[in-house]
T-cell receptor, first 108, second 113 residues
Framework: EDQVTQSPEALRLQEGESSSLNCSYTVSGLRGLFWYRQDPGKGPEFLFTLYSAGEEKEKERLKATLTKKESFLHITAPKPEDSATYLCAVNRDDKIIFGKGTRLHILP | DAGVTQSPTHLIKTRGQHVTLRCSPISGHKSVSWYQQVLGQGPQFIFQYYEKEERGRGNFPDRFSARQFPNYSSELNVNALLLGDSALYLC????????????FGQGTRLTVV
């Protein structure tokens, strides 16, 4: 069964304290792994697509990496405005399968 | 460029009623998908439409239906609403099927009372 598991469920960091969010997946026929950011009551905002193991993508304080079983979203020196829920998802044919997300809270 | 637009933004309905949600994809995008997101969970796939045909269906009852119009906009219909249908309904726009990024609208918050 296709599955996406994110950990931790919630994470509180001090401003400037770097950390990583984990996404493990089991899916047959992976056609890309996505990371999204979602603010409360809003739709998910696209961040990255990763297609193959070893691939890395960066955007401002965020860097996403991919292995054959996991993806990591590394957050370097976060700021309060980085507080949001981060969703990992796998692209499976015509549908996208999401994890439950990691709620990230950055304290000033 | 306009992003994905959904209407209405908020909606309150009574159990047993019917609801229609609307989505306009990004200009040039031919694929529209619908997702349901309940509080504390990730979005769950409902339907995908591409070139006006249904290309995928998630594990939702037949009360849920959708269609895509010649201009690639889409409607999601839900009949005989239940309290459990209360959720954020998201529309995703993709340039083509399969191997392309999906961009989401702001969603329609449906509350069933």
């Amino acid at each position: 069964e296709d599955q996406v598991t994110q950990s931790p469920e919630a994470l509180r960091l001090q401003e400037g304290e770097s950390s990583s969010l984990n996404c493990s997946y089991t899916v047959s026929g992976l056609r890309g792994l996505f990371w999204y950011r979602q603010d409360p009551g809003k739709g998910p905002e696209f961040l990255f697509t990763l297609y193959s193991a070893g691939e890395e993508k960066e955007k401002e304080r965020l860097k996403a990496t991919l292995t054959k079983k996991e993806s990591f979203l590394h957050i370097t020196a976060p700021k309060p405005e980085d507080s949001a829920t981060y969703l990992c998802a796998v692209n499976r044919d015509d549908k996208i399968i999401f994890g439950k997300g990691t709620r990230l809270h950055i304290l000033p | 460029d306009a992003g994905v637009t959904q209407s209405p933004t908020h909606l309150i309905k009574t159990r047993g009623q019917h609801v229609t949600l609307r989505c306009s994809p990004i200009s040039g995008h031919k694929s529209v998908s619908w997702y349901q997101q309940v509080l504390g969970q990730g979005p769950q796939f409902i339907f995908q439409y591409y070139e006006k045909e249904e290309r995928g269906r998630g594990n939702f009852p037949d009360r849920f239906s959708a269609r895509q119009f010649p201009n690639y906009s889409s409607e999601l219909n839900v009949n005989a609403l239940l309290l459990g249908d209360s959720a954020l309904y998201l529309c995703a726009s993709r340039k083509d099927r399969g191997n392309t990024e999906a961009f989401f609208g702001q969603g329609t918050r449906l509350t069933v009372v």
